[in-house]
């Protein structure tokens, strides 16, 4: 942690820079807590909205079991920073990696993902070599087709898990986000329902085989409060609910003032009179949510704060444009002013920051983001 010995405020901070509201992520934090304590499951928020150490610490002071990460190095880098429970929700397929985890399994306590037959006989070799045990959990596709075993296949694979004498198998789950009957919905509820049902009854058909699943763990920030209502479910794991972004308002999962990360940019350049160009470009703002795409349908990158209908409607490497329209433009927006924009995307915009500024009031202080570009 880096004290801001030249910035006294906001307005002096060098842009673009990522910057984070402390008292909406305390806010944020809380009510998922919250939440999860209302429905009697564990939460284990995923790390990659923040990729902050101290950030995942608060979670858990807050309530929260652990933490999910998708990485190897993002789960080193959150141990080092005192985290002690750690699920990495992701298959290890290669050796190295396997190794690796199970060196710091030595040293907290650590779940690792598996989808395959493949993966798991890896795991099970390079485990027994080194004379050691993983906990494991089978992930399953529920209908995104990312990773995962397909749900009709997955009680022959956790019986084949089941008998490996160095992993031990203690539970599913699943990543499905905002899908109903396998098409996007705005639907939240339905879909945390759907999700939540389908898990708890494969959870139920494994225990009936005699396969001792204590873990069932779902739930993205969507739909992580409707899923936790599902009799059986024992763990959410939602993310983006720690900063928020414009793409959760749109669910309605927050207002836009509840989320906590925005970009501070400058106006650069003013070609005419409905157009400003402002120094944050798709190496500042995520553009993994496109506009115009199914179920949200947002028009434009982000946000932007205190202008109803400024738009930023393009990016390039180093450059926003942003549309102005007759209440923006009636504001007398000039070279050198600045924006503060709300990404669709918060996630993948952190990932794009060296550091973060966290203000409290008038109080700043610059935070390295540890754990971006840990991609091993």
């Known amino acids: 942690m880096m004290d801001l010995q030249v910035e006294t405020s906001l307005e002096t901070l060098e842009t673009p820079?990522?910057?984070?509201?402390?008292?909406?992520?305390?806010?944020?934090?809380?009510?998922?807590?919250?939440?999860?304590?209302?429905?009697?499951?564990?939460?284990?928020?995923?790390?990659?909205?923040?990729?902050?150490?101290?950030?995942?610490?608060?979670?858990?002071?807050?309530?929260?079991?652990?933490?999910?990460?998708?990485?190897?190095?993002?789960?080193?880098?959150?141990?080092?920073?005192?985290?002690?429970?750690?699920?990495?929700?992701?298959?290890?397929?290669?050796?190295?990696?396997?190794?690796?985890?199970?060196?710091?399994?030595e040293r907290i306590e650590l779940i690792v993902g598996v989808d395959s037959l493949a993966g798991a006989q890896r795991m099970e070799q390079t485990a027994s070599r080194l004379g050691h045990s993983l906990q494991v959990r089978l992930e399953i596709d529920t209908g995104?087709?990312?990773?995962?075993?397909?749900?009709?296949?997955?009680?022959?694979?956790?019986?084949?898990?089941?008998?490996?004498?160095?992993?031990?198998?203690?539970?599913?789950?699943?990543?499905?986000?905002?899908?109903?009957?396998g098409k996007p919905t705005l639907d939240l509820a339905a879909a945390g329902h759907e999700e939540g049902t389908l898990m708890v009854q494969l959870a139920e058909r494994l225990r009936a085989q005699d396969i001792a699943i204590a873990d069932v763990s779902v739930g993205s920030t969507p739909t992580a409060a409707y899923a936790a209502e599902v009799a059986g479910i024992?763990?959410?794991?939602?993310?983006?609910?720690?900063?928020?972004?414009?793409?959760?308002?749109?669910?309605?999962?927050?207002?836009?003032?509840?989320?906590?990360?925005?970009?501070?940019?400058?106006?650069?350049?003013?070609?005419?009179?409905?157009?400003?160009?402002?120094?944050?470009?798709?190496?500042?703002?995520?553009?993994?949510?496109?506009?115009?795409t199914d179920p949200l349908q947002l028009r434009g990158f982000?946000?932007?704060?205190?202008?109803?209908?400024?738009?930023?409607?393009?990016?390039?490497?180093?450059?926003?444009?942003?549309?102005?329209?007759?209440?923006?433009?009636?504001?007398?927006?000039q070279v050198g002013d600045q924006l503060r924009i709300i990404p669709n995307h918060i996630c993948s915009t952190v990932n794009l920051h060296n550091s973060v500024v966290l203000y409290r009031g008038n109080a700043l202080e610059r935070l390295p983001v540890l754990a971006r570009g840990m991609l091993e």
Do not use: W
């Not at 075993?149 to 031990?168: G, N, T």
């Not at 309605?252 to 970009?263: K, L, N, Q, T």
């Not at 738009?311 to 926003?320: I, K, N, P, Q």
């Open 302 to 333: 982000g946000h932007v704060i205190g202008h109803a209908d400024a738009l930023l409607v393009r990016l390039t490497e180093e450059h926003g444009m942003v549309e102005l329209g007759p209440i923006a433009q009636a504001a007398g927006l």
């Open 234 to 292: 024992t763990e959410v794991r939602p993310g983006t609910y720690v900063f928020h972004d414009r793409m959760q308002a749109r669910f309605g999962v927050c207002g836009i003032e509840d989320c906590a990360g925005s970009v501070l940019v400058t106006i650069v350049s003013r070609p005419s009179a409905d157009l400003a160009i402002v120094d944050g470009g798709s190496k500042t703002f995520a553009t993994d949510v496109q506009p115009g």
């Open 17 to 105: 820079c990522l910057l984070i509201n402390g008292e909406l992520v305390d806010q944020n934090i809380q009510i998922m807590a919250n939440i999860a304590k209302k429905n009697h499951v564990q939460l284990r928020p995923h790390a990659k909205t923040h990729k902050l150490p101290r950030i995942a610490l608060q979670q858990m002071a807050a309530g929260a079991v652990g933490i999910t990460v998708a990485k190897v190095a993002e789960a080193e880098v959150m141990a080092a920073g005192g985290v002690n429970n750690i699920f990495i929700a992701y298959p290890l397929v290669t050796e190295r990696k396997i190794e690796r985890a199970i060196r710091l399994s």
């Open 144 to 181: 995104l087709r990312r990773t995962g075993v397909l749900y009709e296949q997955a009680a022959v694979l956790a019986a084949e898990i089941a008998q490996m004498p160095h992993l031990r198998l203690t539970g599913i789950y699943t990543f499905r986000g905002s899908l109903l009957a």
